[in-house]
């Protein structure tokens, strides 16, 4: 059974477009997709979980001291993936 994460929102209130996630990469970028068949799979939710409080190697810390977790900015909804392994 594969997962996929759909971030729903920026946590900050400002709007956002959902969309699923395509890749992620704490010291890069945060890719979406409009389409369910492009997300990235994940073997569980708990896998979701372990991306999603990622934190940055290159800048570990916020300039407020809390870790910098770049995707913890949106709101998630973990699914169960209609497709993959």
């Not at 997962?3 to 704490?26: E, I, Q, T």
């Not at 409009?34 to 810390?61: C, G, N, Y």
């Amino acid at each position: 059974m594969a997962f996929v994460m759909r971030l729903l929102a920026l946590a900050n209130g400002d709007p956002h477009d959902p969309c699923w996630l395509k890749s992620y990469d704490p010291d890069g970028e945060i890719v979406g997709t409009s389409h369910l068949e492009d997300a990235r799979l994940f073997a569980s939710a708990q896998e979701i979980m372990d991306t999603w409080q990622s934190v940055s190697k290159q800048q570990p810390k916020r300039r407020d001291g809390k870790p910098n977790r770049p995707l913890t900015a949106f709101h998630i909804e973990v699914i169960r993936a209609p497709h993959g392994p």
